[in-house]
């Protein structure tokens, strides 16, 4: 890792190492080999490719730099990155999360979790009162995502990792939505930050992976047992890939912001749409909060359409977006939340959250806005 601390946008180009200690190569090659020779019997470096090798610790050192942790951690995939962060914790602790929180985590922690013993309440947590007010004699953790997913409430994480440290909870976050370059969930106090990499920080919708950072050495040390011991590592073609994908994360970010800034203006003014869900928008509720912890309002936004029976046109119209669970990609894409991102949430749960039938999410890609402008409003028309 470099001594000097750079600022973001020469981190993500140079990351914790940028060409090839052996050859000059400029780009870490793809170390596709499952263990290492041990000269004359003792370990080198790198010993067998589970513990570590080249190519990962390249986006583990990155993804600690860029958040400000001290040790990183890359996953096969963000389940994989959750799962290994909530390992952290024991049977019979419990757990408090959002109530919105990505559909995948939200079936780990209700059907995977209590067979290991580790139960969870989820609570609105945009309400510092009713976190305070779960926390249970056994509670060990604080599970946070903001803005959430899909309807954008924003949690007060300078708040939340107040009442944890005086509490003792450790508090986790997952920073998917935001990125490092957004929102740095460490210096605001979050103990483990967690990222789904299939998302922006790769960038270009064609690997999985997931991402894990703390400040914290003992955690760091814990992490790094856990991740050694399970496995769910992340493999040198796909560690590559990502970290090609990161070099480009400030540009394609600010392009696809941009794009999401324009569309949820226009699409808060369309008739058809009865309102947009974005804390770039003006008088959108948390806006001021979101504001004072992250630096931008990020390229996700959703909204509801005034009658269920345009959503069905609209998926069939649109040309552009992919249609997909999924965000993040250079491309635009499209999800209706009731039946993809969320699918894992029982129907009348997501009615309770008021996730409901006429959701759509748009993770704007980085076209140009009045391609993806011109082809939403004829989706959009009857
Ligand atoms: C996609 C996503 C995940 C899960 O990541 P995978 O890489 O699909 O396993 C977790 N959290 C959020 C917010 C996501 O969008």
Redesign the pocket.
Known sequence: MPNKIYRPATLLVHQGIDRDPHTGASAIPIYQASTYHHPEGKPGEYDYARSGNPSRQQVEDTIALLEGGVRGFAYA??????GSALALLKSGDHLIAPED??G??WRYLNTVLPQQGITASFVDTTDLAKVSGAIAPNTRAIFL?TPS?PLFRITDLRGVAALAKERQLLTFL?N??MTPLLQRPLDLGIDVV?H????FLGGHSDL???LVTTADPELAKRLKHFQNAFGAVLGPFDSFLLARGIKTLKLRLAAAQNNAGILAERLAEHPAIKCVYYPGLAGFPGRDLHNRQASGAGAVLSFELREEARVKPLLEKVRLPIIAP???GVETILTHCWSM?HAAIPAATKQALGIRETLVRISAGIEDAEDLWEDLEQALSV
């Open positions: 995939s963000g389940m994989a990155a959750i929180l990505y995948g985590s995502e997913n997952d998917t939505f967690i789904s990499a299939t998302k999985l992976a997931g999924s965000l993040g991102s």
